[in-house]
C-alpha cells in the first residue's frame, strides 16, 4: 500500500457543483480523506516507527463522533491503520526488504568485488539512520550471504577468496567485516573466520596495506 499524489486535485466547489451541496460535500469529505491517507500511507516509510503509531491514534475517531462524516473518517482511520501496520510489520519481520524498499539499501546484483564492498560499506553507513527509523537490517540478506558463500565455495582459486576479504577489509570498518563474517558463518564457517580476522583493527595480516618484503620471503 503506497502513497497516492491527486495532481489537479477537484476542489470542493467541483464536488457541489456536480452532485449538489448534500452530496457534494460527503463526496468531497471521502475524497479528502483518501488524499490524506494517501499523504499518510506515502510518508510512513521514512517516519519512525513511534511517530507513525502516534500519528494513526491522531486519527482515531472519537466515540462521541457521530453523523454522515463518521463513516468516511471511519474509513480513513482503517486505511491508515492497515498501512501502519504493513509498514511496522515489515519492519519487525523482514528489516532487510524494509531497508530496500525506502532506497537505503540496493540488492547486490553484482559478482565485481569491488560492487560488492562498494555496497556493502554503503549498507553499513546506513545502518544508523535506519535503526533511528525502527529498521534492524542486517548487512546482508540470507540469500546473498549464501550467494557470497557459494561464490567462494565454488572457486579453485585461493586468491580470489582472498581478494574479495582484502578487498571488504580495506574498505570496510572491522564492526562492518564482522557483520559480514557473522551473516555467511553458517553456510562457510572457515570463510567467516577469515573475514572475522581482517575485521580485527590490528589483526596480524594488516589487510590494509601491502606485504612487507621481510613478510613475503
Known amino acids: 500500500m503506497r502513497g497516492v499524489d491527486f495532481p489537479n486535485a477537484p476542489t470542493q466547489t467541483d464536488f457541489l457543483a456536480a452532485y449538489g451541496?448534500?452530496?457534494?460535500?460527503?463526496?468531497?469529505?471521502?475524497?479528502?480523506?483518501?488524499?490524506?491517507?494517501?499523504?499518510?500511507?506515502?510518508?510512513?516509510?521514512?517516519?519512525?516507527?513511534s511517530s507513525i503509531t502516534a500519528y494513526v491514534e491522531q486519527l482515531r475517531p472519537g466515540t462521541e463522533e457521530t453523523g454522515e462524516g463518521y463513516a468516511?473518517?471511519?474509513?480513513?482511520?482503517d486505511q491508515v491503520t492497515a498501512a501502519a501496520t504493513k509498514v511496522i510489520t515489515q519492519r519487525q519481520n523482514n528489516p532487510f526488504n524494509a531497508a530496500v524498499e525506502i532506497g537505503a539499501y540496493k540488492p547486490i546484483a553484482s559478482n565485481n568485488q569491488n560492487d560488492i564492498t562498494s555496497e556493502v560499506a554503503n549498507r553499513f553507513s546506513s545502518q544508523e539512520s535506519l535503526r533511528a527509523l525502527g529498521i534492524?537490517?542486517?548487512?546482508?540478506?540470507s540469500e546473498e550471504a549464501a550467494a557470497l558463500s557459494e561464490q567462494v565455495r565454488g572457486t579453485k582459486d585461493v586468491n580470489?577468496?582472498?581478494?574479495?576479504?582484502?578487498?571488504?577489509?580495506?574498505?570496510?570498518?572491522?564492526?562492518a567485516m564482522r557483520q559480514v563474517a557473522s551473516a555467511i558463518a553458517p553456510n562457510n564457517a572457515a570463510t567467516a573466520y577469515s573475514a572475522l580476522l581482517l575485521g580485527t583493527p590490528d589483526n596480524?595480516?594488516?589487510?590494509?596495506?601491502?606485504?612487507?618484503?621481510?613478510?613475503s620471503s
Not at 160 to 175: N, V, Y
Open 21 to 49: 451541496v448534500r452530496e457534494g460535500n460527503l463526496r468531497y469529505t471521502e475524497f479528502r480523506n483518501t488524499q490524506i491517507a494517501g499523504q499518510y500511507i506515502g510518508s510512513f516509510r521514512n517516519m519512525p516507527t
Open 72 to 77: 468516511s473518517r471511519a474509513q480513513l482511520f
Open 136 to 141: 534492524n537490517a542486517p548487512i546482508l540478506s
Open 160 to 175: 580470489q577468496t582472498i581478494s574479495l576479504l582484502q578487498s571488504m577489509g580495506k574498505t570496510l570498518p572491522a564492526p
Open 204 to 215: 596480524q595480516y594488516d589487510n590494509t596495506k601491502l606485504l612487507s618484503p621481510i613478510a
